[in-house]
C-alpha cells in the first residue's frame, strides 16, 4: 500500500478529546471554542448549551461558513429554530451533535475541503 502525505496538515484538525474538552493540532482546550479549517480556534463566550442565543450564531454567521456542526455538549441537543434563523436564511446548514460526534465529523468535512465551522460548547472549562 502506497502512503500519501495527509493535506490537513496545515489546517485546524481535531487530533484528540474527551470530558473535560477538546485537542486541536495537539492543544488541548477547556472551554467553548469555534474555528474553521483555515482558522485557528478562538474561544466562544457559551459556557452551556442553555446559555446561546441568536448573538452566538450571529457571531457565527460571521464566518461566512457552509456548514456549521454544533457540538452540543455530552450529549445531543438540539437548538431552537430562531436561535439559528439568519444562518438557514442564508442556506447554512447547521447540525446538532453531541461533541465527539461534532469533532469527527468536522474532521471528515475538512478532509473534504468544505468550509466547516465547528462550534464547541464545553461546560464547566474557563474561556480564555
Known amino acids: ?5 495527509s493535506l490537513t496538515k496545515q489546517y485546524q484538525t481535531v487530533t484528540g478529546y474527551d470530558q473535560t474538552g477538546v485537542e486541536i493540532n495537539a492543544q ?3 472551554h467553548s471554542l469555534i474555528m ?25 454567521l460571521a464566518e461566512e461558513p457552509d ?5 452540543t455538549g455530552a450529549r445531543q441537543r438540539f437548538i431552537h429554530p430562531r436561535l439559528c434563523a439568519a444562518l438557514t436564511m ?7 451533535m453531541d461533541n465527539q460526534a461534532a469533532c469527527r465529523t ?11 465551522l465547528l462550534a464547541l460548547v464545553i ?3 474557563s474561556a480564555r
Not at 474553521?36 to 441568536?54: D, K, Q
Not at 456548514?67 to 457540538?71: M, R
Not at 468536522?106 to 466547516?116: A, C, D, P, S
Open 123 to 125: 461546560e464547566g472549562g
Open 67 to 71: 456548514v456549521v456542526i454544533l457540538g
Open 28 to 30: 488541548h482546550y477547556d
Open 90 to 96: 442564508r442556506r447554512i446548514g447547521v447540525e446538532c
Open 36 to 60: 474553521l479549517p483555515e482558522t485557528p480556534a478562538r474561544a466562544w463566550e457559551a459556557p452551556t448549551f442553555e446559555s446561546l442565543t441568536e448573538a452566538h450564531f450571529a457571531q457565527i
Open 106 to 116: 468536522y474532521n471528515i468535512l475538512m478532509g473534504e475541503g468544505r468550509k466547516v
Open 1 to 5: 500500500m502506497k502512503l500519501h502525505p
